[in-house]
């Protein structure tokens, strides 16, 4: 049985990228987490409005079903932005990690703005960023560098997903 992963991290960061990625290396169902969002929320980031705690509600309940009903591992693209969302996800699965994907606010902007087929308004990055309280420090979470190559990245969240990897091996999740 594999752990239950979250890839997280604020819009523009790569999280369906590296989500499919390491779904694909690690043979588990992959979750798209904006694909759970309601229309009028959905609605609402199209027309630039950020999400509220209320919005977001419903979502995450929903995603906490979905992690519940795949109980031999799976990977969920999640932004995951605030402690209180993470918690409510590692209370439906309690040995949840969780990827955070860390980029700047340029970055970000450049990646959502460059995204024709999204529903999410480039507007809102700064919202996601003013949002963000940062995983790091909690349990179950490795911080990866965004600006790497998706094949680096995937590799190295594999190799601390893996119950073989000697744990002196293992990135630290504080890592810089």
């Not at 419903?58 to 918690?87: E, I, N």
């Not at 990055?125 to 790497?148: K, N």
Request: aromatic residues 4%.
């Amino acid at each position: 049985m594999k752990p239950p992963v979250v890839v997280m991290g604020v819009a523009g960061c790569g999280k369906s990228s590296l989500g499919a990625a390491l779904a694909q290396a690690e043979q588990v169902p992959l979750i798209e987490g904006d694909d759970h969002h309601s229309q009028a929320s959905r609605d609402k980031m199209q027309q630039g409005t950020a999400l509220t705690d209320a919005d977001r509600q419903g979502w995450l309940q929903t995603l906490g079903q979905l992690l519940q009903a795949q109980p031999a591992g799976v990977v969920l693209t999640c932004s995951a932005l605030k402690k209180a969302y993470r918690d409510q996800l590692r209370q439906a699965r309690p040995d949840l990690r969780f990827v955070f994907l860390d980029i700047d606010r340029q970055a970000a902007g450049e990646r959502v703005a460059s995204r024709a087929s999204h529903f999410f308004s480039s507007t809102l990055v700064d919202s996601q960023f003013a949002t963000l309280e940062s995983p790091l420090g909690e349990a179950g979470v490795l911080r990866v560098d965004a600006l790497r190559p998706l094949a680096e990245l995937q590799a190295q969240v594999s190799a601390w997903l893996s119950p073989t990897t000697p744990a002196a091996l293992q990135p630290n999740p504080e890592n810089a």
